[in-house]
């Protein structure tokens, strides 16, 4: 995260798109973020996005999108999850998911 930058996690971080910055591809949106208050000021330590935790070393850019590091993060197992327990079962699905 860009040092010395004041944001507001409501603002600036909550429900904002997540993007990765090699191809721009969606990842999702943040749904919350974990600070460290044991800091001598509360900072952003990780966002969290699909119950995925995202180390604010991770974090890129922070404009309308965030830009993000994907490297190992498994962002894809929700949509996974869902694509294999709902949408496979929707009468002529076939594959739509493809």
Do not use: C, F, N, Y
């Amino acid at each position: 995260m860009m040092a010395g930058r004041v944001l507001h996690a409501q603002l600036h971080l909550l429900d904002r798109q997540l993007a990765d910055q090699r191809d721009g591809r969606l990842l999702g949106k943040v749904d919350d973020v974990e600070l460290d208050l044991d800091a001598e000021v509360p900072v952003v330590s990780a966002l969290i996005a699909g119950g995925v935790r995202i180390p604010a070393s991770q974090v890129i850019e922070i404009d309308t999108a965030i830009q993000i590091r994907r490297g190992d993060l498994d962002l894809d197992r929700q949509d996974d999850w869902v694509e294999q327990h709902v949408i496979d079962h929707i009468p002529g699905a076939g594959d739509a998911t493809e």
